[in-house]
């Protein structure tokens, strides 16, 4: 069975939990022709970034929103999700759509690499889009040798870097972007998204469960998906003391207690 946070992946802008001021924003550029050619997504682990620009990807190249004469009449921004591009997307094998992870391609004969790739026009979509995870961790020659190409790269390609480390990353680079600040979920909405999800699976989860697993995924989707995933390996009657032992965090009054006798 597929674990939770790759089973319930945003595939529309639509499925992506708040964000909503980036969202319209991307959506509005697709929809008038204005895509960037190079966006920076920032924020914590688990809030979207990947995600949202994987549906950037397949929302530029959608041909659902073509017309017989070929010309491109999206209405909504977002991507038809029943084309052939939406498809490979979905399935992760669309041609023109390159992710790289940064933390393990560091080097600049890494980013040479793509470079090189970069002259290429595009398959089967109109664009091809570079999604380059965790961009911080390339090294300080990589990033000289990307300059050039993110300050002017060719009409067919769009980059997209993530990063969870803004700091890190080249105030150069940043001035060629289009930069997105990702928030922190609260935990009311993770509460709300957890129950929603409990629903679709058929399972009834006390919500003092609930409220611990978004307290403890401190603001990410993915890690409550994960954290999720845990408990339910509990069972239907699990209770409330032993998700605390899976999780391996101690019951607030209990320390409350513990604290006031230590002041006693």
Wanted: charged share 25%; net charge negative.
């Amino acid at each position: 069975m597929a674990v939770l946070y790759r089973k319930y992946r945003p595939q529309t802008f639509a499925d992506v939990l708040n964000q909503k001021f980036i969202i319209q924003t991307l959506k509005n550029q697709v929809m008038s022709g204005g895509v960037a050619h190079a966006y920076l997504f920032t924020g914590s682990r688990g809030v979207g970034k990947t995600s949202i620009a994987r549906i950037l990807a397949k929302a530029v190249n959608c041909k659902g929103f073509l017309s017989d004469s070929g010309v491109d009449k999206h209405e909504s921004g977002d991507a038809c999700g029943a084309c052939e591009v939406c498809k490979a997307v979905e399935q992760g094998n669309f041609i023109d759509l390159v992710e790289i992870d940064a933390a393990s391609n560091t080097s600049v004969e890494n980013v040479r690499d793509l470079i090189e790739h970069v002259r290429f026009a595009p398959s089967i979509g109109k664009y091809k889009v570079f999604i380059i995870d965790e961009v911080h961790m390339l090294s300080k020659s990589a990033f000289n040798a990307l300059l050039k190409t993110l300050e002017e790269p060719p009409k067919h390609v769009i980059f997209i870097l993530a990063t969870t480390e803004i700091n890190k990353v080249p105030a150069t680079i940043i001035s060629r972007t289009q930069k997105f600040d990702f928030k922190a979920l609260s935990q009311a909405d993770l509460v709300s998204h957890l129950e929603k999800l409990c629903e679709e699976e058929g399972v009834k989860l006390d919500n003092s469960i609930l409220e611990l697993v978004a307290q403890n995924a401190e603001g990410s989707v993915r890690d409550s998906l994960s954290l999720l995933d845990k408990v339910l390996t509990l069972g239907a009657d699990v209770t409330i003391e032993e998700c605390q032992l899976l999780l391996g965090v101690t019951d607030i009054g209990f320390c409350e207690n513990l604290l006031e006798l230590i002041v006693t």
